[in-house]
């Protein structure tokens, strides 16, 4: 049984019920490991769990150096393309935003990761819209083939595929595929996703089952916070993680928790998550979750992410950028503008080329805009140790 079908039978009503209705009993047992997985999760995301925040860093920070130690694993996203099939309307790659889009060639994918590269990163993690005219599965693989001699962790978040298209792309040397499922609400899911093959709910949610097959040792999953309410949300995702750590057992499982940041198209959250309902958040899957990685990326700002470093997180970004030629300035000789999918070229010296200072379109905008050196140097001053390449493929050899 895929989690498919076993998520579509989740009481998550009656979760949520019971986590809003938890007394301060059941949040000690749970802070004390009493209780099933879920029924631990449930009090420790709860309302009556704010009053008991601080036991629950306190609880989270000891788990975390007890199973990871005192170190943050950085690494980099690379776009490679913003083109996009998809209708998403909190995405700024959305198929009907007019923005500046293009798709990097192959070198200049290498140039970009050697600039990252440049930057100490060891951990590359290769973005693109879904677009099966300039993004395939072939394209990928190639990618992967000129990236792998220099670069030892290399990551996917892509559209979905089928195993037999993920697995090219394992032998070629990708270690791990990121997918979130957005919003675990299917109304919701719905209303965001009006066109593409992003609409199919199922089909997307399967997806880390199908990369685990192919062969990935190490699967992301995340919801992005503000589409729907942030308890349903998490309660979804820990029912998530539970499942693919029983049925994926080879792999290692990662959390994100993104929040919407400002992008293209203007969209405004749905809901919102404070951020100390996001520290409630993180430390409730540390303690409930004690062996998977916890993300935490530039959409958010400094100084929260300072004060999270010792609180459950193991891996952080730095340094991003969100628009493919980010690095470098690559591929502003291909720009091109989209209206509603129709490819529209630039004309030099047009006011959208700009003097030939143009460049593609972000997914979002961060907020941490330090530089990896500068975050690097703040983990320094937190206590803890910069990883810049924990993988090397000579470990299985």
Known sequence: MSFVETFHRLPLGQWRDRSNAATPDKVLQALQGSGSVMQRFMALVSPEAENHLEQLCHASKT??????GKVIRLFAPLYLSNECIN??????????????RVTLEVDEVVREAREIG?????????????????????????????????????????????????????????????????????????????????????????TPERAYEAGFRRLGIGALFGLADWRHEALALAAHTEYLLKTCWKAQITLSFPRLRPCAGSFQPLTHLS?????????????????????????EPSSLRNGLIPLGITMMSAGSHTEPGGYTGAGKENLHQTTKGRIIPLVEGSSEWDNGS?????????????????????IRISGYEPVWKDWDAAILS
């Open 118 to 206: 440049s930057q100490g990163f060891r951990n590359i993690l290769l973005v693109a819209g879904e677009h099966p005219k300039f993004v395939s599965s072939g394209y990928m693989e190639t990618c992967l083939k000129a990236l792998k001699p220099t670069v030892p962790g290399l990551s996917l978040e892509v559209g979905p595929m089928e195993t037999d298209e993920y697995r090219p792309m394992v032998q070629a040397g990708a270690e791990g595929l990121i997918v979130y499922q957005e919003t675990y609400d299917p109304e919701i899911y719905q209303q965001m996703h009006t066109a593409g093959p992003k609409k199919d709910f199922d089909w997307r949610l399967v």
């Open 358 to 378: 143009a460049q593609a379109t972000g997914q979002f905008d961060i907020a941490d805009e330090r530089t990896p050196t500068e975050m690097a140097e703040q």
């Open 87 to 100: 209708n998403c309307q909190y995405c700024g790659f959305s198929r009907d935003n007019p923005i500046l």
């Open 63 to 68: 788990i975390t150096q007890q199973r990871f």
């Open 275 to 299: 951020d100390m309902h996001l520290v409630q958040l993180i430390t409730a899957f540390r303690i409930c979750f004690p062996d998977v990685g916890l993300v935490l990326s530039t959409r």
